[in-house]
């Protein structure tokens, strides 16, 4: 994303762009109820401060280099709102849902699914990018008492991670996680109990799950755990990067990060 918020959407490994329209206009990124023009509001929604947070992640329904027709799911802006664009669109589409925060996108058997907090629920929402757009409640109500939840395919399986971190010698760190499997049909979840082995890789960017018998180094039934922008400093580095057994349900640290970049480090799984 460029200073004007234009977009370019690149593959790393075969340097092939697409172009992709700016985002709305600035003004419909931020709760304009909470906007009072010269108040400390409007610095505190300047551009400048809100650039890094400005996108909180994207993904695709299709592999652009497999197939002519894809699309792009975004959240954006203070609230995480939902936005899509389909190849041949002037701009995006945005959809609209009230008092809602979401917290991740997933795309999971041919649909997109986003999970928002509402009312300390962790709701699962359908969304719809065909000519009538928009975000169907179709998931259980799961309580919310994480600080963030993310949703993970996981051979098949919708997984909901609800994660939990607590302020610790001026950082914030993950202390506990909770998996639900997610019964989409019946609109229902139950505890996930771990049986298959494989290791999932949870951040901000799109989760990936790995069979650990083709990555040796992987742990078996682990969750692997990336820092968050804001909790990264120039002194302290990354702290909140960790391995979760879901088994025994302890954590272990992976890696003692000491550098210091300005946002999220991600997980890359090289095809």
Request: proline share 6%; hydrophobic share 35%.
């Amino acid at each position: 994303m460029d200073v004007k918020l234009n977009f370019r959407l690149v593959n790393p490994y075969t340097r092939k762009c697409y172009d992709l329209p700016p985002l709305p206009p600035y003004d419909s990124l931020h709760d304009s109820t909470t906007y009072v023009k010269g108040s400390i509001s409007e610095e505190f929604y300047s551009f400048e401060s809100m650039k890094s947070m400005l996108v909180a992640k994207a993904i695709l329904d299709r592999d652009p280099s497999h197939s002519s027709e894809f699309k792009v799911l975004m959240m954006y802006g203070e609230r995480n709102s939902l936005a899509f664009w389909k190849l041949g669109d002037p701009t995006w589409t945005l959809i609209t849902v009230a008092c809602i925060f979401f917290t991740d996108i997933i795309f999971f058997k041919e649909d997109f699914y986003a999970v928002g907090n509402f009312y300390n629920n962790n709701d699962i929402y359908l969304v719809n990018t065909g000519p009538n757009p928009n975000a169907k409640h179709v998931g259980p109500h799961i309580k919310h008492r994480g600080t963030f939840a993310y949703l993970v395919d996981y051979m098949g399986e919708l997984l909901l991670v609800q994660r939990f971190r607590f302020f610790f010698n001026e950082r914030f760190i993950t202390k506990r996680i909770i998996v639900k499997k997610i019964d989409l049909e019946g609109k229902s979840y139950s505890e996930y109990k771990p049986m298959e082995g494989h290791s999932v890789f949870l951040g901000a960017n799109s989760c990936i799950t790995v069979d650990p018998s083709k990555y040796p180094t992987c742990r078996k039934n682990a969750i692997y755990l990336t820092d968050r922008p804001h909790n990264i400093s120039e002194e302290q580095g990354c702290k909140d990067l960790w391995i979760y057994d879901m088994v025994e349900g302890s954590f272990s640290r992976y890696y003692s990060a000491r550098w210091y970049i300005p946002a999220s480090p991600i997980w890359l799984n090289p095809t």
